[in-house]
């Protein structure tokens, strides 16, 4: 994933211009392939305390604020989300005398709120205007746990210190810092706590003096890779753009691991007999050369998961259809697929070890005591036209990051306009649907296994791996019962 810093001069008290100007930049950094935009200190009302003293009504607001609907719609359009800040209100439920807070509201992909942020840590000269928070900012995106702060927060190393404990590993900062040595201090944390830090800092003269611009992005090694001009004007509207992909919760993640499995058990059930309406690629179908694979695991999943592939069929613009290419994998052949491709890269990187072969080799075939597809909750997919055409997805669906040089990866940068496009298309229909995707395979969605909990919040799986012949309702249209298909694969047309 590519996370956007957003800088630039913020209008003094006028919220529709900011927006505007917001949405702009949303779009742009669409465009330029980033997931998310962070945006600095107050940047909706520009960091001026007094006009937002005298009338908190005019100039403080909540998440649904009509004036920011041109953000939450540039979001959907460019299937990006956006951090922005502003004189918040109202964040804990508190009556109509209360102080507002400097918040953040985070926008999804999809233009709805993720998760909301009030700064814990208020300034001398912002405490007589603002209340603090009391939550830790967190959210989830793409496989990443990011964590938010503003401005003052990072002066105190417990902030950092808890994000990188709580599993955080891009560290998302708004502010409005006057000199550039306190933005140079952001090397140091980034160092110090191993994180990815993004911050967006904040042009244009405010309360405090010049904003010093320098908005900018740093590795966890503290090493600078992006910045923006300095303050207290700058040159504009800027984005910076970090590449933050290594920052992704693999499936060999320990966390995915530790999630509870708490078996429904929920049957599996054949797409083609259950779903007639839903196309099944017919090349997986006879990948066993001898037609037994017309039969096969591969078209199984479980209920819960074909239910929710049917909505998101239904959310598809016209003339555009899902695409099933795999579902159930048996447990042996999930085994033989990962032992596989591990020997390929430990062939290749013979430096490695095996704990960094594990890792890399997860990437692209899940661990197989953790596997969706053994569970049935995974499902390969990609769209094509009414007429059964494939559509530019930017590679093809078993490709490999070795392969396509990492182009593989849901948010990859530098994809074509038409292929990022399908991709934002295939995404919201089925995240609208309830499923969440590898964001390592762009063709990989999944309900209801670790990884989904993970990534959701769930306390615990409802599918866990199991076989199919153990599972009667498993049984195709001859009513027997079949592990084959799938099995036989050949290594050049068969995803992992």
Not at 143 to 170: K, Y
Not at 223 to 241: H, I, M, N
Not at 417 to 446: D, Q
Request: hydrophobic share 40%; with cysteine.
């Amino acid at each position: 994933m590519i996370v956007a810093a957003a800088q630039f001069p913020s209008v003094p008290g006028d919220i529709a211009a900011n927006a505007a100007l917001m949405a702009g930049l949303v779009t742009e950094a669409g465009e330029r392939g980033a997931g998310v935009v962070v945006f600095s200190e107050l940047a909706l009302t520009h960091y001026d305390l007094g006009p937002i003293a005298a009338d908190p009504a005019a100039l403080t607001v909540l998440p649904d604020d009509p004036r920011l609907a041109p953000v939450r719609a540039a979001c959907r359009a460019a299937g990006v989300a956006a951090v922005v800040n502003a004189p918040g209100r109202g964040g804990d439920g508190d009556g109509d005398g209360a102080k507002p807070t400097i918040a953040t509201f985070v926008y999804g992909p999809d233009g709805s709120l993720l998760t909301r942020y009030d700064k814990r840590h208020v300034a001398e000269g912002e405490s007589a205007v603002f209340a603090p928070g009391a939550a830790h900012g967190r959210f989830t995106l793409g496989g990443i746990r990011f964590a938010l702060a503003t401005c003052f927060d990072n002066s105190f190393a417990e902030v950092p210190e808890r994000a990188a404990a709580d599993g955080c590993r891009v560290y998302l900062s708004s502010a409005f810092h006057g000199d550039g040595e306190r933005v140079a201090q952001y090397a140091e944390l980034a160092r110090t706590h191993g994180l990815h830090v993004v911050l967006a800092n904040g042009i244009g003269v405010g309360s405090p003096g010049p904003g010093a611009g320098l908005s900018g992005c740093w590795l966890p090694s503290g090493e600078r890779v992006a910045a923006a001009s300095a303050g207290p004007d700058g040159e504009g509207a800027q984005l910076v753009l970090s590449d933050v992909r290594d920052a992704i919760t693999l499936m060999a993640d320990p966390a995915v691991a530790a999630v509870p499995v708490r078996e429904c058990g929920e049957p599996l059930v054949d797409v083609r007999a259950a779903a007639p309406g839903l196309s099944v690629d017919g090349l997986k179908a006879g990948s066993d050369g001898a037609g037994a694979g017309r039969e096969g695991a591969f078209a199984h999943l479980r209920e819960g998961v074909l239910r929710r592939l049917l909505v998101a069929q239904e959310a598809l613009p016209a003339g555009l259809r899902l695409q099933f290419v795999e579902g159930y994998r048996p447990p042996a052949l999930q085994r033989r697929y990962f032992t596989e491709y591990a020997d390929e890269l430990r062939a290749a990187h013979p430096d490695w070890d095996p704990a960094r072969i594990h890792r890399a080799a997860s990437r692209y075939v899940s661990p197989p005591e953790i596997a969706p597809h053994s569970a049935g909750g995974a499902v390969d997919l990609t769209l094509v036209t009414a007429d059964g055409d494939e559509v530019d997805m930017g590679t093809p669906i078993n490709a490999s990051p070795e392969e396509s040089g990492g182009a593989c990866y849901t948010s990859a940068p530098e994809l074509t306009p038409a292929a990022r496009a399908n991709r934002r298309i295939l995404s919201a229909a089925l995240r609208g649907a309830g499923l969440v995707n590898y964001p390592t395979e762009w063709w990989h969605w999944s309900y209801g296994d670790r990884y989904w909990a993970l990534a959701t919040g769930a306390e615990h799986a409802p599918y866990g791996p199991r076989e199919l012949d153990a599972d009667p309702a498993a049984r195709c249209s001859d009513g027997v019962a079949h592990e084959g298909g799938a099995a036989a694969a050949h290594r050049a047309g068969a995803e992992r």
